[in-house]
């Protein structure tokens, strides 16, 4: 534990300068008390930069004072302990308390903020409907999620419903 960031592993092995961890968990708590959680298959950190942690399979989680959630996964990213930002790339999948599923393809966490924002193009599907843009940012404590740049929004009709329409 360091300030108010706990970590951990369940094995460590040493090759060619490069240090991996077996199933690393990042566990803190943000400037406003939202809690989060970053779990790993395994993290690979060079002895010789040891701010910048590689991570496989990600899995994070947040939580703020609302009750509200987010959660993450990730096939890979870069983690930089200075700044406490991850980086993620590749099939990322974001899901929400309130239903919302995203598709990413490259996004960066500031785990300071509960802030997760892409400048690459987003999917996002919800239960009314669904949102394409080149851009977004979600801030998990404000509940907040705004998207830019060639925004295409479907909203389903509800109410007097008819089976197989929208």
Known sequence: TVGGVTAGFSGVQVKDGVLRMVKPTLKGVDKKQGAYVVNADYADQDMKNPKLVRLHVIKAELANQKQG???LEAI???FDSGTERLVMQDDIRLSTGSGLVGKL?????DMTNQ???SH???AFDMPTGSVRANAMTMNSQT???TFRGKVKVHIKKV???QPGKD
């Open 69 to 71: 959630w987010s959660k």
């Open 76 to 78: 890979r990213g870069l």
């Open 105 to 109: 393809t490259y996004a960066s966490l």
């Open 115 to 117: 802030i997760i924002r």
């Open 120 to 122: 690459m193009p987003v």
């Open 143 to 145: 509940k907040t999620l």
């Open 159 to 161: 109410g007097n419903k």
